[in-house]
């Protein structure tokens, strides 16, 4: 319970700092941190994304961690971050059986973290973006009455026309769906398809990126599984750079262009990801205790968060300057600038100095002394 409070408070603090009124937008997925231990109960071997490929397929031993972040716009790095602020576990369905009861699915959880979410912000809109892990009946008609969720669609989904109007004194069940439609895999490829032109202002790194997308609606049905209504929208590249992708949207209302743009910031997560554990000792730790397993990366992530918080405060709507080298020119600012901000200012705070009764003497040059300290900040 303490746990969920801090993530609550600190989901709170990012909107009041970062998105104060409007949609929120989300994103949610989840990551393998690879431990090794015969005393870590929780561990499973999962596919490694990072190091597979769609004709490689490498195996890794470690922990599978579902979060849930905020994704937002942070005026000093004049682009969207994707914040922590809720990591749970989901152990391996090995250490479920172990145990003697139901494995939870990772679709399971993500179904309770979204409730939880449409609890703490009753009166905001919420937008969840996810992959196409996520992309389950299941998950979909139980959470989209509460919120939006966009995530990637089938190629070979079963898609059919909403059901007919039931007609007076008709007896039997209503009819849950109506014609089937082509798949999306017929759409891409037939010549009576209506392609229309956008250009999105960032594409996977790509700035003014030119696509061409059709759309529709329809029911996604399955045999013994919910039905849900939603939108889908076939994105393919006039420059045949990449292959036809098929997103899904859950609220029938929202325009192509917003829904592909919404899962384009999706990417972002994945810089997080990556930059905690190049910055913050993801996949560092040695502990093999249930309970501090628990609690440490969920707090390395939100950690993050706080960094960015803190640097957000430090600036107090001022630019920071971007830190250039002969080899790498950056266009806006990374973790690892706002991070070696936030050293900097911590170390020069008066809590750190090393003697209240006289003033520290420096006996070196100011400008080599500044120099170095700024070569720690970004080297630690």
Not at 250 to 273: K, S
Not at 290 to 306: C, D, M, V
Not at 343 to 365: E, N
Request: aromatic fraction near 10%.
């Amino acid at each position: 319970m303490v746990a969920l409070a801090a993530s609550r408070r600190l989901l709170y603090l990012l909107l009041h700092a970062f998105v104060p009124q409007g949609p929120v937008l989300m994103a949610l997925d989840d990551t393998i941190e690879r431990r090794r231990g015969a005393r870590i109960a929780a561990k499973g071997i999962y596919r490694d994304p990072v190091r597979s490929s769609h004709s490689h397929f490498v195996k890794a031993s470690g922990l599978r961690w579902l979060c849930l972040m905020l994704v937002a716009p942070i005026p000093w790095a004049r682009r969207c971050w994707a914040l922590p602020f809720c990591s749970v576990l989901a152990p391996s369905e090995r250490y479920y059986l172990d145990r003697k009861r139901r494995p939870n699915k990772l679709t399971d959880r993500a179904r309770q973290l979204l409730w939880m979410v449409k609890r703490w912000l009753p009166e905001r809109s919420i937008v969840v973006v996810a992959d196409s892990s996520f992309a389950a009946l299941n998950l979909l008609a139980a959470v989209r009455e509460q919120l939006c969720v966009v995530a990637r669609l089938r190629l070979d989904a079963a898609l059919y026309d909403p059901p007919p109007a039931r007609t007076p004194d008709t007896r039997g069940r209503p009819p849950l769906k109506g014609a089937r439609q082509p798949t999306l895999k017929e759409v891409l490829a037939s010549d009576t398809t209506l392609w229309r032109d956008a250009t999105l202002s960032q594409w996977y790194g790509q700035a003014n990126k030119t696509i061409e997308f059709a759309t529709g609606t329809a029911v996604w049905y399955s045999a013994t599984l919910p039905v849900v209504p939603l939108r889908w929208v076939l994105v393919r590249d006039p420059c045949n750079t990449f292959q036809g992708q098929a997103f899904l949207c859950t609220d029938l209302g929202a325009r192509p262009e917003q829904i592909l743009a919404w899962f384009i910031r999706r990417w972002q997560i994945e810089v997080t990801f990556e930059e905690a554990r190049a910055h913050l000792g993801m996949e560092t730790q040695r502990q093999w205790y249930a309970p501090a397993i628990a609690r440490t990366p969920p707090a390395l992530l939100g950690l993050y968060s706080i960094v960015t918080l803190a640097a957000n405060a430090f600036l107090a709507g001022q630019t920071m300057p971007t830190r250039h080298a002969a080899w790498y020119a950056k266009d806006s600012l990374t973790f690892s600038d706002t991070i070696a901000l936030v050293r900097r200012s911590l170390w020069a705070a008066r809590i750190f100095c090393g003697s209240g009764q006289q003033a520290d003497t420096i006996k070196i040059p100011s400008a080599l002394f500044e120099r170095l300290t700024e070569t720690v900040c970004y080297g630690v």
